[in-house]
């Protein structure tokens, strides 16, 4: 999993598919013996940080057992910073994901997003909290199979409440700064598996949200 800064939209989007470059220093960390570890590679990070978690547990029930996941996790995201979770499968990655990304909430411990605790936020408000700040790059892409890929990329949008033609416009741009230029009317099962994971990397990055959540190493 990584994250990364997302630059926000304009009318000269022509940097979204570069998210992460001229890296500086470089620092890791293991989080307990098989647990994911984190790789953290910063770019002029400065200010407040836009997300802490302070002592993240989540445990999940096995019929009469409970299953802890994450143990722990103490971390620290600031502008500008890209950072690596690395870690075995099982290890929880996708479960800290979906934490830090406002979509499933902690057993124990505390999240905060620029200062705001996740935990004094309600369903609604979550849901606006993922919808302005960020973008989400899934294992399996999870796109939609009967609209096309310039529909599916727009999708985020339509909820941000964009209209039509904006929306229509910043999704074709997006999908040709990917290269994908001559495939924006083709559904997702007209594509190659390389050229799908390019349509859920446009989608993440349609509203130009803060952070960019991706649950698998992206490649060209």
């Given at each position: 999993?990584?994250?990364?800064?997302?630059?926000?939209?304009?009318?000269?989007?022509s940097?979204?598919?570069?998210t992460?470059?001229?890296?500086?220093?470089?620092?890791?960390?293991?989080?307990?013996?098989?647990?994911?570890?984190?790789?953290?590679?910063?770019?002029?990070?400065?200010?407040?940080?836009?997300?802490?978690?302070?002592?993240?547990?989540?445990?999940?029930?096995?019929?009469?057992?409970?299953?802890?996941?994450?143990?722990?996790?103490?971390?620290?995201?600031?502008?500008?910073?890209?950072?690596?979770?690395i870690?075995?499968?099982?290890?929880?990655?996708?479960?800290?994901?979906?934490?830090?990304?406002?979509?499933?909430?902690?057993?124990?411990?505390d999240?905060?997003i620029?200062?705001?605790?996740?935990?004094k936020?309600?369903?609604?408000?979550?849901a606006?909290?993922?919808?302005?700040?960020?973008?989400?790059?899934?294992?399996?892409?999870?796109?939609?199979?009967?609209?096309?890929?310039?529909?599916?990329?727009?999708?985020?949008?339509?909820?941000?409440?964009?209209?039509?033609?904006?929306?229509?416009?910043?999704?074709?741009?997006?999908?040709?700064?990917?290269?994908l230029?001559?495939?924006?009317?083709?559904?997702?099962?007209?594509?190659s598996?390389?050229?799908?994971?390019?349509?859920?990397?446009?989608?993440?990055?349609m509203?130009?949200?803060?952070?960019?959540?991706?649950?698998e190493?992206?490649?060209?």
């Amino acid at each position: 999993m990584t994250i990364s800064q997302s630059p926000k939209p304009s009318s000269e989007d022509s940097s979204e598919s570069s998210t992460a470059q001229n890296l500086g220093s470089h620092t890791s960390a293991n989080r307990s013996s098989n647990s994911a570890k984190t790789n953290t590679a910063t770019h002029s990070a400065s200010g407040k940080p836009i997300m802490e978690l302070s002592g993240i547990i989540r445990e999940f029930p096995a019929g009469e057992q409970t299953i802890r996941v994450l143990h722990d996790i103490n971390l620290t995201i600031h502008q500008g910073e890209m950072v690596a979770i690395i870690g075995q499968s099982g290890s929880g990655k996708s479960t800290l994901m979906n934490i830090l990304g406002c979509l499933d909430q902690a057993t124990a411990g505390d999240y905060k997003i620029y200062g705001q605790s996740a935990r004094k936020l309600d369903a609604d408000q979550l849901a606006e909290l993922r919808r302005e700040h960020f973008g989400f790059i899934f294992q399996r892409y999870h796109l939609l199979g009967d609209i096309s890929a310039k529909d599916n990329v727009a999708v985020p949008a339509v909820y941000a409440g964009m209209d039509t033609e904006a929306r229509t416009n910043r999704a074709e741009k997006l999908l040709t700064d990917l290269g994908l230029g001559n495939k924006v009317n083709n559904r997702p099962n007209q594509l190659s598996g390389g050229q799908q994971q390019r349509v859920s990397v446009a989608r993440a990055l349609m509203n130009g949200g803060d952070v960019i959540l991706a649950d698998e190493q992206l490649v060209p």
